[in-house]
C-alpha cells in the first residue's frame, strides 16, 4: 500500500529537480565561457601546429 506513495513522491522529487536546472546560475554562465575560451585556444594551438608542419615540408 505505501509503495505508490513512494513512487509518486520519488517522481514529484525528480521533476522538481529537473524543473531547477532550467534557470543558468552566474556559475554556470562563467564555466560555459570557461569552456569556449579553452576550445578556442586549443584551436589556435592546432593552427599553429598545423602552419608549423606545413612551413617546414
Given at each position: 500500500m505505501n509503495?505508490?506513495?513512494?513512487?509518486v513522491a520519488l517522481?514529484?522529487?525528480?521533476?522538481f529537480a529537473?524543473?531547477?536546472c532550467e534557470n543558468?546560475?552566474?556559475?554556470?554562465k562563467a564555466g560555459?565561457?570557461?569552456d569556449e575560451a579553452?576550445?578556442?585556444a586549443g584551436e589556435a594551438v592546432?593552427?599553429?601546429a598545423?602552419?608549423?608542419r606545413d612551413a617546414t615540408d
Open positions: 509503495k505508490p506513495v513512494h513512487v517522481f514529484a522529487a525528480i521533476l529537473l524543473g531547477g543558468e546560475g552566474p556559475m554556470e560555459e565561457k570557461i579553452v576550445e578556442e592546432e593552427e599553429a598545423d602552419k608549423v
